[in-house]
């Protein structure tokens, strides 16, 4: 008895011990409301106390009690989100500044910010919170306080013609998609091997889509939702499909003067979510409200709805990792650009060898480039040959559909004979970079070759009209006389293989993934524009002025053969 | 019947298209035409300009047009300005630029060739430089498609915009065809202009000639 009331008391101990324990913890779980309440009413009280407003380096909070304002970033040609007409201004990120400083019972005092602008401006304190539309990534993270929970999300959609049947990324391959330089998302486009064209601002996308100058553009889903109220771009255009979704964030300096601002608005986010505030300015803006929708189940969670929610992972969402990874010796590329700054004053960015996606697309685009080069060299040669040959047939069968092919090949533009050549290569083939540079090999060595195959042919009469026919003569066998043709046209054949050579980069054109292609992509998720295609220029130029040169002793060569024949 | 399958702006709207071809071959070419001219007058000149102008013949021989486009439209910030001017150029005039270093280094050589003719006593040899220019005239043309992929809409990206509606690879190819026939019909007439020219030059040597 006396063991089992010493085992019944120990178990009363313990239980009696975990209550006083946990007690506590639970006791101090305050919900959002009151621990606002809180640094709220403090922070109003410090900027009542004589002097404090004047103090330096005051709390941000504080100083926004002091000012009786909050200067919220905003953007004004943000359609939906951010928009100003006179001194009207509209937008979601407008009405959820309104609504901060409306919670703090101060006035909004808007500054104007765009995607450039934004972090420098809130650096320099010039304004106390973004609110303009700035997805969380990993990399901003460094830069600013982002605000938890995020107040809306995006994704990047393609959009195109309802006609158009592209569903996912396999229907994306080979086709051009206008994009805005410095988009995340490029780099994820890039990868399903679409060609960008690139554009600065994504105001312009829309138009290049009715005009039909794009045929695919990429932009998130909360810029397209604008033009998509419209009827007349909603019946002509729709989404296709979406990718790389990422949080918005309002955002504080990064600095411990706002940290209590950066807590008040966390709070506030919190309340927000959880009482539909986002959600019915939203709906009044008329932006989508799924994910705010989704954010309000969220926050209405118990373990959610805590003074503690916004630093919780099962309730906050992570930032998107832009990070990309950097090369072994990307420290060194950065001394050698200060050394050349310091050196010569000129701004010098190699983005391509900075990373590893860059580098890696920098190194193929060479190869391919080298590939390409040689296979049109190889490709031009080889078809000169056999329609010289074929043009040069007493046959008429034979000659005349080679002639008839050379006319034609002669009057198809550049751009169109390679297009041609990728569409019976993709139709025969499934889409993949060797198909688009062997299309391309081919495409560019029928247009020299034919041209070349063409000066042949020229030679080959004039030499049988010289020496008669080798039938009446009996002197010259028709395959020797082929041979003087062939060194009598050296000119126009090596005229034609540097055409070749310089042609290569057209390619990109049909999805080969040669250096402007590669340098292309790089340049839309990179910086350094003016260099990158000023190495490019350098690049093609060094190759073609050496395939002048070799051709320069190819003809030497047929020259002299010419000479001894 | 097959054009049936067409929207019905697309012929109109292929001929305004090559209409930018040609616009954008004229401008290349007038200002090929007077860069060209300079550089063969350095390069006769000889000396330290000579060899100044022949260096730049040779690379503007060696520059890609294509790479030279993309260069140009990268290179020159959309807001440049000079004098508070705005000096971005438009997308035609970016592939009218891009095609600048084939006419001047093209001009310059035949331009050079001219003026020996010319110094030489032979001002019919010299005429000759007139239906190279026109041959020149032509390739531009055709060249100047490339402004497709930065988004110009000439001849070709009308027809490339109406080939992605299309469903199947023989209607995709009933449409080239009919773009290759447009400018066919253009080249060849081009062409035989040239050889007009080069015949009614070739008379006139001919009847100009003193009699032995």
Redesign the interface.
């Given at each position: 008895m006396t063991l089992l009331w010493r085992i019944l008391l120990s178990v009363l101990m313990g239980a009696l011990a975990t209550a006083v324990v946990t007690f506590p913890v639970v006791a101090a779980a305050e919900t959002p409301d009151t621990a606002l309440a809180k640094l709220i009413e403090d922070a109003r009280a410090e900027a009542l106390a004589p002097g404090a407003c004047a103090q330096p380096n005051l709390d941000r909070l504080v100083r926004i009690f002091c000012e009786n304002r909050i200067r919220p970033g905003v953007r004004e040609y943000y359609p939906l989100f951010g928009t100003r007409e006179g001194e009207t201004r509209s937008g979601y990120d407008v009405d959820v500044a309104r609504a901060l400083a409306k919670h703090l019972g101060v006035e909004p005092a808007f500054v104007r910010v765009n995607a450039a602008t934004r972090i420098p401006l809130l650096a320099g304190d010039r304004i106390d919170v973004i609110v303009a539309t700035m997805g969380h990534n990993t990399q901003r993270d460094s830069q600013v306080r982002f605000i938890r929970p995020h107040y809306y999300q995006s994704e990047t959609i393609i959009v195109g013609?309802r006609?158009?049947a592209v569903k996912d990324w396999p229907d994306i391959a080979g086709r051009t998609v206008?994009v805005t330089i410095g988009n995340g998302s490029n780099a994820q486009i890039v990868s399903h091997n679409a060609r960008l064209?690139l554009f600065?601002e994504a105001g312009v996308l829309p138009g290049?889509l009715k005009?039909?100058?794009?045929?695919l553009a990429a932009q998130d889903d909360s810029f397209f939702d604008y033009y998509f109220i419209e009827p007349a771009f909603a019946a002509r255009f729709d989404k296709k499909f979406g990718f790389a979704q990422v949080p918005w964030g309002m955002a504080v300096a990064r600095a411990a003067s706002s940290e209590r601002l950066a807590r008040a608005l966390d709070l506030m986010s919190q309340i927000f979510h959880r009482d539909g505030v986002f959600l019915e300015i939203a709906r009044a803006n008329r932006v989508g409200t799924g994910f705010l929708e989704h954010q309000q189940a969220v926050w209405k969670r118990p373990q959610c709805n805590t003074d503690t929610g916004s630093t919780n992972p099962a309730c906050v969402l992570s930032a998107l990792n832009a990070d990309l990874q950097p090369t072994p010796f990307v420290a060194r590329v950065v001394a050698f650009e200060k050394w050349f700054k310091a050196w010569t004053g000129v701004e010098l960015s190699l983005p391509m060898l900075k990373t590893m996606p860059a580098w890696s697309l920098f190194k193929d685009g060479i190869v391919n480039s080298l590939i390409l080069v040689a296979g049109a060299l190889a490709a031009t040669l080889l078809f000169a040959l056999v329609l010289g040959a074929v043009q040069s047939s007493r046959m008429i069968l034979l000659r005349w559909p080679a002639r008839a092919m050379t006319?034609?090949l002669?009057?198809?533009?550049?751009?169109?004979t390679l297009?041609?050549a990728a569409?019976?290569a993709h139709?025969l083939f499934p889409y993949s970079s060797a198909v688009a540079i062997g299309a391309a090999i081919v495409a560019l060595g029928l247009m020299n070759g034919s041209n070349a195959g063409q000066a042949i042919a020229e030679a080959m009469h004039t030499l049988r009209a010289e020496r008669g026919s080798a039938q009446k003569t009996g002197g010259i066998p028709t395959r020797e006389l082929f041979g003087r043709a062939v060194s009598r046209s050296a000119t126009q054949i090596v005229s034609f293989l540097i055409n070749a050579a310089?042609?290569?980069?057209?390619a990109?054109?049909i999805g080969a993934p040669e250096l402007?292609s590669a340098l292309?992509d790089i340049?839309s998720f990179a910086s350094g524009?003016?260099t990158?295609?000023?190495l490019?220029?350098v690049f093609?130029?060094v190759v073609?002025?050496i395939v002048?040169w070799l051709c320069g002793k190819l003809r030497s060569r047929l020259e002299h053969r010419q000479a001894t024949a | 019947m097959m054009t049936k399958q067409f929207s019905a702006e697309f012929f109109p709207e292929l001929l305004a298209g090559m209409l930018v071809n040609f616009e954008i071959a004229v401008i290349a070419l007038v200002i090929g035409l007077a860069l060209g001219a300079l550089l063969a007058l350095m390069r006769l000149g000889g000396g330290i300009l000579g060899a100044l102008a022949t260096s730049l013949i040779g690379l503007m021989r060696a520059a890609p047009t294509f790479v030279v486009m993309f260069f140009l439209l990268n290179i020159i910030p959309r807001d440049a300005t000079l004098f508070g001017v705005g000096v971005a150029p438009s997308g035609i005039m970016t592939v009218a630029l891009s095609l600048v270093p084939y006419s001047a280094s093209y001009v310059a050589d035949n331009g050079a060739e001219a003026l020996k003719q010319l110094r030489a006593g032979s001002p019919l040899g010299a005429l000759q430089f007139l239906p190279n220019v026109t041959r020149a005239f032509f390739v531009l043309v055709m060249s100047s498609s490339a402004g497709a992929a930065i988004g110009v809409t000439e001849g070709i990206a009308v027809i490339l915009r109406e080939a992605v509606l299309l469903p199947s690879l023989g209607d995709k190819l009933v449409l080239f065809a009919i773009g290759i026939l447009f400018f066919g019909i253009t080249l060849q007439a081009g062409f035989a202009l040239m050889r007009l020219l080069q015949r009614y030059l070739g008379r006139r040597a001919v009847r100009d000639e003193p009699a032995i």
């Open positions: 013609p006609a158009l206008c064209m600065d290049q005009d039909e100058t794009c045929t006319i034609t002669q009057s198809s533009p550049v751009v169109l297009v041609i569409a019976v139709a310089k042609g290569t980069p057209i990109s054109f402007l292309t340049t524009r003016a990158t295609y000023s490019l220029l093609y130029v073609v002025a002048v | -």
